[in-house]
T-cell receptor
Framework: GENVEQHPSTLSVQEGDSAVIKCTYS??????FPWYKQELGKRPQLIID?????GEKKDQRIAVTLNKTAKHFSLHITETQPEDSAVYFC??????????FGAGTRLFVKA | DAGVTQSPTHLIKTRGQQVTLRCSPK?????VSWYQQALGQGPQFIFQ???????QRGNFPDRFSGHQFPNYSSELNVNALLLGDSALYLC???????????FGQGTRLTVV
């Protein structure tokens, strides 16, 4: 069935370092890949997204890459700051209207 | 604009009872999706409503049902509650086929 796998489950980096979170999806008809940040006790917030006709997208310190052939997509955060600490979810919108989320990556940025 | 709002914020129910959760989408949005987020997990898609119809459903039993009203607000109903239904229930709205950029703050349901 449809599935999104996300790695790692926990990531700890030093302030100023980069963080990379990787996801794979199973449904080749998936065409939209959003990333959400969820702070403790708060709602998920869309931070960046990419469509299947684009290979890379960047927004300030955040970038996302997509490899449709391998069905991989990744989130890259550069110059990490303590306020980047949160749980990050990747997701894939299937060929229909369903969005499948990964299990999440808990990012810790140490000052 | 209040964004996506959900009510209630917290709810405690007993096994076997029924519950109704409510969601008001962001102004201008016509599509509402519901998700279940268990502790420490990613949101799981329950279903999506558009033009007052359920247009896609995730892998949830028929105990989970919903409704969308002419003003685009939506309800999620869960019958015969089980302990395993305890979770944060989120709704997200979108419009014009756009992304689900806006989530509500969620309803924390505890089944005892």
């Amino acid at each position: 069935g449809e599935n999104v796998e996300q790695h790692p489950s926990t990531l700890s980096v030093q302030e100023g370092d980069s963080a990379v979170i990787k996801c794979t999806y199973s449904d080749s008809a998936s065409n939209y890949f959003p990333w959400y940040k969820q702070e403790l006790g708060k709602r998920p917030q869309l931070i960046i997204d990419i469509r299947s006709n684009v290979g890379e997208k960047k927004d300030q310190r955040i970038a996302v890459t997509l490899n449709k052939t391998a069905k991989h997509f990744s989130l890259h955060i550069t110059e990490t700051q303590p306020e980047d600490s949160a749980v990050y979810f990747c997701a894939a919108k299937t060929g229909g209207f369903k969005t499948i989320f990964g299990a999440g990556t808990r990012l810790f940025v140490k000052a | 604009d209040a964004g996506v709002t959900q009510s209630p914020t917290h709810l405690i129910k007993t096994r076997g009872q029924q519950v109704t959760l409510r969601c008001s989408p962001k102004s201008g949005h016509d599509t509402v999706s519901w998700y279940q987020q268990a502790l420490g997990q990613g949101p799981q898609f329950i279903f999506q409503y558009y033009e007052e119809e359920e247009r896609q459903r995730g892998n949830f039993p028929d105990r989970f049902s919903g409704h969308q009203f002419p003003n685009y607000s939506s309800e999620l109903n869960v019958n015969a509650l089980l302990l395993g239904d305890s979770a944060l229930y989120l709704c997200a709205s979108s419009g014009g086929g756009g992304p689900e950029a806006f989530f509500g703050q969620g309803t924390r349901l505890t089944v005892v």
